[in-house]
């Protein structure tokens, strides 16, 4: 029996937890803390939401803006069948992709994948994400901890969506075959939006207060005014024309995915900052969390 499992996990195909003592704790007991503690003074409003976009960026910049939109999600649909998450880092030309491995590690414990990502994964001919990646992927990985939080054994299927009209199509399919399915889902959308400065090789306002302002109050607000009008495919085209969000196909993927399980789509901006907000840079992204 023992040796049983020793052999089953030599062979376990699960997602590490690459960032982990990085980009947020590693020690269980400080993760658990910070993810307690990031958002906590958010008022859900209960409601009919059944999905969120939120950050990816940094625990220290982004972890508030999550932790909001998590406790909003959580409020709304405590007990999921299946958390659905629609992240990584894709352009125009993709690869689509779901993750068909066994789990993800995480420091507050595995998330297992849900059966259902070998078969949509087969029925759009989504090519394989990777269990051991060239190089870490924040997209999804800052996520992890805070789906293990707020749905605690609840598995998952992860989706890497590319920034480009067939974002749209995935989102149909995937909610409109859970629902089929009669699964109880929330969907995710991993997204940070405009990345400013030299860093991002993106500066069209300069440098200076103006320019935050203008990320702030225009750049930012023209994704975010898309998404609250529930029209993706205008998000779809903000998000790549004015590089106003980074993963802004897996945003709409997550928009119409909502759409077709619930047959319509309430979103509600639940926070939007930026991280010069945390701490003042010429680079500087903004970030929001909104429920759907």
Known sequence: MVITATVNSLFRMDRPAQLAGRWY????????????????????KVAAQRGLLAPHAGWAFSGDCAGRGYRWLAAAHPSPSVVVLCGSHRGPEGPNTAF?????????????????????????????????????????????????????G???????????????????????????????????GSTDLTHYGPNYAFAPRG????????????????????????????ALSHGVEHRSACCPGAAVATMEAVRAFEGGLTPVLVDHYLSFDVRPDESFVGYASLVL
Not at 25 to 34: E, K, L, M, V
Request: hydrophobic share 40%.
């Open 207 to 234: 440098r200076g207060p103006d320019a935050v302002e203008w990320v702030r109050s225009q750049n930012d607000r023209g994704f975010l005014d898309a998404v609250l009008g529930a029209d993706a495919e205008m």
């Open 100 to 152: 068909v491995g066994d789990g993800w590690e995480t420091p507050l414990g595995r998330i297992p994948t849900h059966p259902l990502a070998e078969t949509l994964a087969a029925e759009l001919s989504l090519d394989e994400e990777p269990v051991q990646p060239l190089r870490p992927d924040n997209a999804v990985e800052l996520h992890l901890p805070f789906v293990a939080h707020h749905f605690p």
């Open 25 to 44: 704790p590693r020690d269980p007991g400080a993760c658990r803390d910070a993810v307690g503690r990031y958002g906590a003074d958010a008022e859900p």
């Open 154 to 188: 609840t598995p998952m299927i992860m989706m890497g969506i590319a920034m480009a009209k067939v974002a749209l199509e995935i989102g149909r399919h995937v909610g409109g075959r859970l629902r089929e399915a009669g699964e109880d889902p929330v969907f995710v």
